[in-house]
């Protein structure tokens, strides 16, 4: 579900070549869970390999990271490690969406309405075993880095950071704020052209950047009044928020009383969930501690062995794929030694 601050940021909307140059720390589970939803043939099912295994988080990895490396973008992925255990309750809501998602998604395949059989299957969207592993094999071919993290991996991208290693984290979540990040980049591993569910209609996807300082200006508050507005929403570590409480709300009740306990009409509901925890998850969160993140060269044919020969990839659409990568990359190589 992640936290709903649509309505409070500050967005800039911008384009991928705006990132050149810049390392991005990559929610890694994030971005999976992405190509595993938005990759599907017509019947709404993963792409998949001559054995049957799923394929459309390598695909996705594949044309995400040839992007990235032909504009000069430095990606660096972050995966989950442990949750807290305040997320139980979420993760269990989570099992149960997509077991109805399930039920739904078999309805509208027997009655023949695919339009809503894709949508529903979108929704049935997991990790299944092995795909973290095959996914950071894949990037060690491409010569990205992979970073494990303790705990959430938002918040070690968001430490990124702070210590000056990444320009901004990537995720479609707005947690990162909350851990904080400077700044925050949503629809970059998902921009591009996209059609509106059971609409013939076609938008434009672009990145937007989240400025956080920018934002808690906008809304005048500080990082730990955030933290609070967000709890009061609802969070991945108390998921049904407050009742009859939303943004606008959260931010008015903040602004009048500074923090969750002087809240008077919240008090009854505030005595059931472990706010102080909560806030702490936030604050302090368990992040890796990196003492350099090293970038290396793309080894073309370890992609293509891993791809082709190991999960039943066209060969000729890899390498052509491939071969963009390399001239870009000469591209850029050839205009800086102009410089010299």
């Given at each position: 579900m992640g936290l709903n601050l649509k309505d409070l940021v500050v967005?800039?909307?911008?384009?991928?070549?705006?990132?050149?140059?810049?390392?991005?720390?990559?929610?890694?589970?994030?971005?999976?869970?992405?190509?595993?939803?938005?990759?599907?043939?017509?019947?709404?099912?993963?792409?998949?390999?001559?054995?049957?295994?799923?394929?459309?988080?390598?695909?996705?990895?594949?044309?995400?990271?040839?992007?990235?490396?032909?504009?000069?973008?430095?990606?660096?992925?972050?995966?989950?490690?442990?949750?807290?255990?305040?997320?139980?309750a979420e993760i269990e809501r989570r099992k149960q969406i997509k077991?109805?998602?399930?039920?739904?998604?078999?309805?509208?395949?027997?009655?023949?309405?695919?339009?809503?059989?894709?949508?529903?299957?979108?929704?049935?969207?997991?990790?299944?075993?092995?795909?973290?592993?095959?996914?950071?094999?894949?990037?060690?071919?491409?010569?990205?880095?992979?970073?494990?993290?303790?705990?959430?991996?938002?918040?070690?991208?968001?430490?990124?950071?702070?210590?000056?290693?990444?320009?901004?984290?990537?995720?479609?979540?707005?947690?990162?704020?909350?851990?904080?990040?400077?700044?925050?980049?949503?629809?970059?591993?998902?921009?591009?052209?996209?059609?509106?569910?059971n609409k013939n209609i076609y938008i434009d996807v672009l990145p937007e950047i989240i400025n956080a300082q920018k934002t808690l200006d906008a809304i005048k508050m500080t990082r730990e009044k955030l933290v609070d507005v967000g709890i009061l929403i609802g969070t991945d570590f108390n998921p049904n928020g407050f009742e009859r409480i939303g943004p606008k709300t959260a931010i008015k009740l903040i602004r009048q009383h500074s923090r969750l306990e002087d809240i008077p009409q919240i008090q009854e509901h505030l005595r059931e969930i472990d706010f102080q925890q909560i806030r702490e998850i936030f604050l302090n969160p368990k992040v890796a501690d990196i003492d350099e993140i090293v970038f290396n060269r793309v080894d073309y044919e370890g992609v293509i062995d891993y791809l082709v020969e190991g999960r039943s990839f066209s060969k000729d659409r890899v390498q052509s794929t491939l071969n963009r990568l390399k001239r870009a990359l000469e591209k850029k190589s050839q205009n800086l030694e102009q410089w010299f």
């Open positions: 967005r800039d909307k911008t384009t991928l070549d705006a990132f050149a140059n810049k390392v991005i720390a990559i929610d890694a589970y994030n971005a999976i869970y992405q190509f595993l939803a938005s990759i599907r043939g017509p019947d709404g099912l993963h792409l998949s390999d001559s054995e049957g295994r799923i394929t459309s988080h390598l695909s996705g990895l594949l044309y995400r990271n040839v992007n990235f490396l032909s504009l000069g973008i430095k990606p660096v992925y972050v995966f989950d490690g442990r949750p807290p255990s305040l997320k139980t077991k109805d998602a399930t039920v739904k998604y078999e309805r509208a395949v027997a009655e023949g309405n695919m339009e809503d059989a894709r949508k529903f299957a979108q929704q049935t969207t997991s990790m299944k075993d092995g795909m973290v592993k095959e996914s950071k094999e894949l990037l060690a071919c491409f010569g990205i880095p992979f970073i494990d993290a303790p705990s959430e991996g938002e918040a070690t991208a968001a430490h990124l950071t702070n210590t000056g290693q990444a320009w901004a984290c990537a995720s479609q979540d707005y947690d990162s704020i909350l851990c904080g990040a400077k700044r925050l980049v949503r629809n970059f591993t998902n921009s591009g052209r996209r059609k509106i569910p």
